[in-house]
C-alpha cells in the first residue's frame, strides 16, 4: 500500500505546514509528500497516483477545496481511497465525524489503518463534489469572500461580513430562477437559494439537512423561495440547524438522484467551495464512488 501526502501550503493559518511536516517526519510507515503551487496541482497529483494501478491511500492535506481537487482525481478507482488531514480553516465536509474530528484525522498513524467506505459524489455541471452543492444568496457571499480577502486589513470573519452586508443588504436576497426538483416545478421565480447535500456542512457553520447520509445512494435537496430581509435574519439561524420542516411553507424539501435549474443571467454555484458560473446546471448523483478512509473508531452516523 503506498501512502500519498498532497499538502496544500496556502491552506489554514500560518505554521500549519510547519506543524504537519513535523508529524510526517516521525511516522513509521513509506510514505511521500507532494506539496501544490497552484489551482489543479491536487488533482493533477492523485490522478498520477491512481494511474500506476497500485493499491495507494491519498490524504489531502487542506481544505475543503484540496479534498474536492483530490476527490475529482480519484473518483472511480477501486484500488484508490483518500482522505483529509484537516489544515484547512473550514474543513466542513469532515463535521460529518463529530465534533473532535481535527483532533482524530490528525492522528496520522490511526488514519492510515483506518477503515474505508465508499461514499457518493455529486456531478454539478461534470465537476464532482463529496460535500454540499449551493445556489443563490449563501453561493453569491461565499464567491464574494475571495474578493474581500485580498483586501489589507480585512480578516477572514471581516471578509464574510462585508460579503454578507453586499449581498443580503444591497443586491437583494432572491434572484429568478427555474427549478425541478422533483414534483416540484419552479417557473422563473425568485428564490434566495438551493443547496444539495450529500454532507451535513457548509458555509462554516451551516447544517441545512442533519440527516444527510455520504453513502445512502440519496440528495438530500431544499429549494429556499423568495423572503423578506426580516424573514431571512429570522429564518437563517434556524435553517442552519437543519430546521428545514418547521417551515414548510418558505422551504421545499426533496430527497432524490437529480435537481436541474437554469435563469436567464449567470447563476453563481459553490461545489464544495470550488465556485462555478453558468446559466443553467444539473445537479445529479454522480455514477462514480470515491473510497473515503477515517480513523479506527469515528463514525459518521446520525
Not at 132 to 161: F, N, P, T
Not at 164 to 175: C, D, M, W, Y
Request: hydrophobic letters at 40%.
Amino acid at each position: 500500500m503506498r501512502h500519498l501526502f498532497i499538502v496544500n501550503p496556502a491552506a489554514g493559518k500560518r505554521g500549519t505546514t510547519a506543524r504537519l511536516e513535523a508529524q510526517l517526519g516521525m511516522l513509521s510507515f513509506p510514505h511521500k509528500v507532494v506539496y501544490t503551487e497552484r489551482e489543479g496541482d491536487a488533482q493533477r497529483f492523485a490522478q498520477e497516483a491512481v494511474q500506476a494501478g497500485e493499491p495507494v491511500r491519498i490524504y489531502a492535506c487542506g481544505g475543503d477545496g484540496t479534498l474536492n481537487e483530490v476527490v475529482n482525481g480519484a473518483a472511480g478507482w477501486d484500488h484508490a481511497a483518500v482522505t483529509n488531514v484537516p489544515k484547512g480553516t473550514g474543513n466542513d465536509f469532515l463535521k460529518i465525524f463529530g465534533p473532535d474530528y481535527r483532533k482524530l484525522f490528525y492522528d496520522l498513524e490511526a488514519l492510515a489503518t483506518g477503515p474505508q467506505t465508499p461514499f457518493d459524489l455529486i456531478d454539478c455541471n461534470g465537476r464532482l463534489g463529496i460535500d454540499v452543492v449551493c445556489a443563490g444568496v449563501d453561493a453569491r457571499i461565499a464567491a464574494d469572500v475571495h474578493r474581500y480577502k485580498d483586501w489589507q486589513l480585512v480578516s477572514g470573519m471581516g471578509a464574510y461580513v462585508l460579503a454578507l452586508i453586499e449581498n443580503v443588504f444591497f443586491k437583494g436576497i432572491a434572484r429568478p430562477m427555474t427549478v425541478h426538483m422533483g414534483k416540484i416545478r419552479w417557473e422563473n421565480r425568485p428564490a434566495s437559494l438551493l443547496c444539495v447535500c450529500n454532507g451535513r456542512h457548509y458555509g462554516g457553520g451551516f447544517m441545512p439537512v442533519g440527516e444527510a447520509m455520504p453513502d445512502d445512494g440519496v440528495l438530500d435537496m431544499l429549494l429556499v423561495r423568495r423572503v423578506s430581509l426580516f424573514t431571512f435574519l429570522r429564518l437563517v439561524g434556524k435553517y442552519a440547524r437543519g430546521l428545514y420542516k418547521q417551515f414548510p411553507e418558505l422551504i421545499f424539501d426533496c430527497h432524490g438522484r437529480e435537481v436541474s435549474f437554469s435563469a436567464q443571467k449567470p447563476i453563481t454555484v459553490v461545489v464544495d467551495g470550488e465556485i462555478m458560473r453558468d446559466t443553467a446546471f444539473t445537479v445529479r448523483l454522480s455514477e462514480k464512488k470515491v473510497n473515503f478512509f477515517y480513523p479506527a473508531g469515528a463514525s459518521y452516523q446520525v
